[in-house]
């Protein structure tokens, strides 16, 4: 009778004690694990369901799991992945036995979420911005620092694209600093906008996730360069640096001419800046040549002026100006340049031809050159002349053939204006037509005469 009462109160004592047996849960889960992923089984005597027992989970993060029988699962979807940098690294719930609702126990759950390299690194965006950097500034500095974040908290390190034309002007301190050193002196002149791509990659995961930034780095005009006299001259065939020598400015002025401004060839006086993102001011100032203030300059503007007229140009046929430029913040930073100034008779007539259109003929001859002649083979001869000379002959006047005259090839004309022809690359009955210029060298004033050749045959004599 004993044992079968206690078989009946050990019955009971089950079936009031089904909450039991339970205990704290530890489990781990992969971040973006799928939904229904097994957390931990209970150890509960009963089952829900079956017996008279209800479980509830509660706390902040029970929406993250749900029960199947005794059985805790993950309670993730499409649109809401179990993430460990957004949740953090620990899930914390409580599990709750209800039985004839009543709780009879409580149990915590804590499931440690385990990291996955599932993020790529990103830059800071402070760190990418477009940046000045002066011309000036010292190879193997410090030039800008670049910086990445990794959520799964990977080791970073910076590679600059080299494939990039401007990449050979820096290169990373050390790999995991994001230092950008200068690597080669800049040039404003030469090129004023870098870019410039760095990368980001993970060094200690398998995935080597990496991202790059695109970095615009304008270079700022440093004052490194002389004032230059225009127009400028390279003094190489290198277009990428614009190196000058300076002109010559000529001017002409006549023989009593009184004073006043000159004006110079090929151009104005005038220099600048060789720095044209600063362009400072210079000034202007004559350092030899001034006659005993014959000359004087204009400091600001450049403009040249003659205060007084030259009495004899035998005497004084050429005078030379040395005139430099200086920036006015920096006298050590100049240029100079030279102004010739040629004292010229004073012209009152053009040179002029006594006739418009020469006649002249040339005979058929295997020699390599002969002389165009005139009726009565006279040698012709085709000269302007002068009357601002005795005799009308001015030994400044130059004579040439135009290019659009025929045959030009075939002829020359001397400075005493005689025609002389390749006679061998003639052929009989041929005519040619050419034109002449005489060009008065001092004054620039020109004439103009035609010549029309007839080549003869052997024996044949020109006519009119």
Not at 60 to 82: C, H, M, P, Q
Not at 324 to 353: C, E, G, S, W
């Amino acid at each position: 009778m004993y044992d079968i009462v206690k078989r009946e109160q050990d019955r009971k004592n089950y079936q009031s004690n089904l909450c039991y047996g339970g205990s704290d849960i530890t489990a781990a889960v992969r971040e973006n694990s799928p939904n229904g992923e097994f957390i931990a089984n209970l150890s509960i005597i009963g089952n829900p369901g079956v017996n008279s027992i209800r479980l509830c989970l509660t706390g902040d993060n029970a929406d993250w799991f749900f029960l199947e029988g005794k059985t805790i699962r993950l309670n993730s979807s499409s649109t809401r992945v179990l993430d460990r940098e957004e949740q953090g690294s620990i899930l914390v719930a409580s599990m709750t036995c209800y039985e004839n609702d009543s709780i009879q126990t409580t149990n915590r759950i804590m499931v440690e979420i385990l990291n996955e390299n599932d993020n790529r690194p990103e830059f800071l965006p402070h760190s990418i911005q477009p940046l000045n950097i002066s011309e000036l500034s010292s190879v193997n500095t410090i030039i800008f620092t670049v910086q990445a974040r990794d959520a799964d908290h990977d080791t970073i390190v910076y590679i600059i694209d080299t494939t990039l034309p401007d990449a050979s002007y820096f290169k990373i301190d050390l790999p995991n600093s994001g230092r950008v050193v200068l690597a080669k002196p800049l040039d404003y002149e030469t090129k004023s906008q870098l870019e410039l791509i760095i990368f980001a990659v993970e060094m200690n995961t398998d995935q080597k996730y990496n991202t790059s930034a695109t970095i615009q780095i304008n270079v700022l005009d440093g004052d490194d360069q002389y004032p230059q006299f225009l127009p400028c001259t390279p003094w190489s065939q290198d277009q990428t640096r614009s190196v000058c020598t300076n002109p010559v400015y000529t001017v002409n002025v006549t023989e009593k001419q009184q004073g006043g401004s000159l004006h110079f060839s090929p151009g104005p006086i005038y220099a600048e800046d060789g720095d044209k993102g600063l362009r400072t001011p210079v000034k202007y100032t004559i350092l030899s040549g001034t006659d005993n203030g014959r000359f004087r300059i204009n400091n600001v503007t450049g403009e040249v002026i003659m205060t007084r007229p030259v009495e004899n140009r035998l005497l004084t046929p050429t005078l030379r100006l040395r005139i430099m430029a200086f920036q006015v913040d920096d006298l050590k930073k100049y240029t100079v340049a030279t102004a010739l100034i040629r004292v010229l008779a004073v012209n009152h007539f053009p040179p002029q031809f006594n006739q418009t259109t020469y006649k002249g003929f040339i005979m058929e001859n295997p020699g390599p050159a002969a002389l165009v002649t005139t009726y009565r083979n006279a040698v012709l001869l085709v000269q302007a002349l002068d009357r601002d000379f005795r005799e009308g002959l001015n030994p400044k006047i130059q004579y040439s053939l135009t290019p659009k005259s025929n045959n030009t090839r075939v002829y020359q004309i001397t400075q005493e204006g005689l025609l002389i022809a390749k006679a061998n690359q003639l052929r009989p009955h041929e005519k040619h037509f050419l034109e002449v210029i005489a060009v008065d060298q001092e004054s620039g004033e020109t004439a103009k005469a035609s010549v029309d050749i007839e080549v003869l045959h052997n024996g044949q004599e020109g006519t009119t």
